[in-house]
């Protein structure tokens, strides 16, 4: 066995040492042991307890030194504070992997977080991997390596298969076997990665995807930890042809608050991940049971072109608890085509123009469901079918499911079958078909949303390195953390942007040169929201007033007490067009750099109304975003109002993208209220903004 190939070592051992093994089958630390040995493992395993000399039958080590022949793998189940000699130990003894299934690291605070860092400082001087801490192990069903604590390897057996699993979180490689083996679904690897302070979920998936025994990978996240290398990695298994599928808790702000008491880690917004998840072709689930069940409806079928659905039932009632859950996913229900309606008079049943295809008791009958199924799935109007079957699929399941496996054989667009009554083995017969069918219509309407959202994943997208150099070269010059609105007006116009007149001035009495009616506003290098401090006062039309603004913003500040620095003054030309906009740009904690666009004014953080995407993006993508706003229809001509130039917005928030491409010094936030986007033909043009950069970039 090289050293060099970790992975190997980690899911195809020739010898594992279990570290801390025990002879109580009442303690966590027995189960690797027993597992190994009731699933059929062939390598040599070799338990290591300096207090005991048999367990189980087999010989027991004092230390890893005593072991006869190499080992590849050691679970590690001492406490905390022996993990980092047992790591020494596994380094002197050559092992390739250490799995750490001991806690007490970098989810338990700084304290921890130290201990770790020392903790893999030792490992990598000492060659070896580390998978976890805080790790419930590995499974490997193709060969029997069931090297975990998880108590639900006490199954009689395994069913092999080609979903692989990788978890942040050790009870759920449990909960999705355990739950897919019941529904007939074969496993092939499942790791529990813990705190990833060495082998990451990126690199266990990008093995995954060129893995012969793996067909679809299943998160379970808790967090994002090096989204770029994920990213790559889930990028390169849907180039393999192997869909990536995510369960990620962090909907709710609980859920990511939870998430980062259990992981030690950051968690950032949703809907930044939501969008980070679309950018890199990962398919995202709500539900544990859609997790499970949705892989057969993306097997050998690509990203749909629209999201139209039709539904197929015998029981209008049944169908309607899909067709409700669909319907608040704004997926468009289809129907029953002109075709179809003519070829089922035929057989007595008269359709309905409602938009469900139920067949009523009549589908039942010989042929009649086939022939339906048939018909949709060769209709243009619909990307994909549901069919709800009634009570028969309980007690017939060769009446029910037989004509819907023999309907969906060769077909290029997806079925999925959600059954009402409690019935495996309809269940069964269409998961041995490779048809993708459900327990719940939750289930069902959670995996028909993924897939009809499912997408490539997008373009990359190389700005052009000449304004990327020129804004770092001007980040360089100035100081931070926070730009105030002047500075941050040559870093947008460095990018290309166009920024409304503006000049600099003291105080009262000083020349300037612009146009009127002007503003002015507040320069403070610790104020970012001017207009909260009262800093702006606008459509001023004379020096005089302009100079009275200037000694009204002090006196205001004063007011408030806020003794805070003030560099002077900007009166800056006033902008008019068709709409304001907001343009933002964030460095989110888990997925990274992020693009926004909505609705501007006073009021944007109110309204919502916004489109993310993972940053830099194209002008083709600027655009899409700009059409997904639904406020921003006021530029689109809504209604007869006039058009804004949608074309000028495209390419500016394209261009102020290009901030995800600093890395010294890298900007953490930046942000244009508003953008005024004039008449079409006409351009846009900035009139305020700020730009944080990060701390000590």
Request: charge should be neutral; hydrophobic fraction near 45%; include cysteine.
């Amino acid at each position: 066995m090289s050293r060099g190939d970790p992975f190997r070592a980690l899911f195809e051992p020739a010898s594992v040492a279990l570290i801390g093994a025990s002879g109580d089958k009442a303690k966590n630390t027995s189960r690797p042991q027993r597992f190994l040995a009731r699933h059929g493992f062939k390598g040599a395993v070799a338990p290591v307890n300096p207090g005991r000399e048999e367990i189980f039958g087999q010989p027991v080590y004092p230390n890893l030194d005593a072991v006869p022949g190499p080992v590849d793998h050691a679970f590690v189940m001492v406490p905390r504070d022996a993990v980092a000699g047992v790591i020494e130990d596994c380094a002197r003894a050559g092992v390739s992997v250490a799995t750490i299934y001991t806690d007490g690291f970098a989810e338990a605070g700084a304290e921890g977080i130290a201990r770790q860092a020392s903790l893999v400082a030792r490992a990598r001087q000492g060659n070896v991997r580390l998978l976890g801490p805080n790790s419930m192990g590995v499974v490997n069903v193709h060969n029997g390596m069931a090297l975990t604590v998880n108590a639900v390897l006490e199954l009689p057996e395994l069913i092999p298969g080609t979903l692989s699993v990788v978890s942040q979180s050790g009870s759920v490689i449990g909960t999705l076997l355990s739950r897919g083996q019941a529904r007939g679904f074969g496993f092939s690897k499942l790791v529990s990665v813990g705190n990833e302070a060495d082998i990451s979920i990126a690199e266990i998936l990008s093995h995954l995807a060129d893995d012969d025994q793996t067909g679809a990978v299943l998160l379970f996240l808790e967090t994002l930890r090096n989204e770029a290398a994920l990213g790559a990695a889930a990028r390169k298994a849907y180039a393999a042809g192997k869909p990536v599928f995510a369960y990620k808790l962090g909907r709710s702000a609980v859920g990511r608050a939870l998430a980062a008491t259990h992981s030690g880690a950051m968690t950032g917004a949703g809907e930044a991940v939501e969008s980070w998840f679309r950018h890199h072709g990962i398919v995202r689930l709500d539900t544990l049971d859609g997790l499970i069940e949705a892989p057969p409806l993306f097997s050998g079928f690509l990203p749909p072109n629209g999201r139209r659905v039709a539904v197929m039932t015998t029981t209008g009632g049944g169908a309607s608890t899909v067709a409700d859950r669909l319907g608040t996913f704004d997926i468009a229900l289809v129907p029953p085509p002109p075709a179809l309606v003519e070829k089922m008079r035929g057989h007595g049943v008269e359709l309905s123009a409602r938009k469900l295809v139920d067949l009523t008791m009549a589908g039942t009958r010989a042929g009649v469901a086939r022939e339906a199924l048939e018909a949709l799935l060769e209709s243009p109007g619909c990307d994909l079918v549901a069919v709800v079957v009634g009570s028969s699929g309980q007690f017939h399941p060769q009446l029910a499911v037989r004509p819907i496996i023999d309907a969906a054989k060769g077909h290029a667009k997806p079925v999925a079958v959600f059954i009402l009554p409690q019935a495996d083995a309809s269940l069964r017969l269409l998961a041995e078909a490779g048809i993708a069918a459900f327990r719940t219509p939750e289930g069902c309407a959670d995996a028909v949303r993924a897939y009809l959202d499912w997408s490539p994943p997008a373009a990359i997208v190389k700005p052009p390195d000449r304004a990327v150099a020129k804004v770092a070269k001007q980040l360089r010059a100035l100081r931070g953390p926070l730009l105030d609105e002047q500075a941050s007006g040559d870093v947008f116009r460095g990018l290309g942007l166009a920024v409304a007149p503006a000049a600099f001035v003291e105080g009262p009495g000083r020349p300037w040169d612009l146009h009127f009616p002007v503003a002015v506003k507040l320069l403070s290098p610790k104020i970012s929201h001017k207009t909260d401090v009262g800093g702006v006062i606008l459509d001023l039309h004379s020096r005089e007033s302009v100079d009275a603004a200037c000694r009204e913003i002090t006196a205001r500040l004063r007011q408030r007490g806020r003794a805070v620095p003030v560099r002077g003054f900007l009166v800056q030309e006033m902008a008019f067009g068709v709409a304001e906009v907001l343009v933002g740009f964030h460095r989110d904690a888990e997925a990274g750099p992020v693009i926004t666009v909505g609705l501007g004014g006073t009021l944007a953080e109110l309204r919502r109304d916004v489109a993310i995407r993972i940053a830099p993006v194209s002008v083709s993508t600027a655009k899409e975003m700009i059409n997904e706003v639904r406020g921003l229809a006021i530029i689109r001509g809504y209604r007869g109002t006039q058009r804004g130039d949608t074309a000028a917005l495209a390419r500016a928030l394209s261009a102020f993208s290009n901030l995800a491409c600093l890395e010294s010094p890298a900007v953490l936030e930046a942000e244009i209220n508003p953008l005024i986007v004039k008449a079409a033909g006409e351009g846009v043009v900035a009139v305020d903004g700020v730009v944080r950069i990060v701390a000590g970039g």
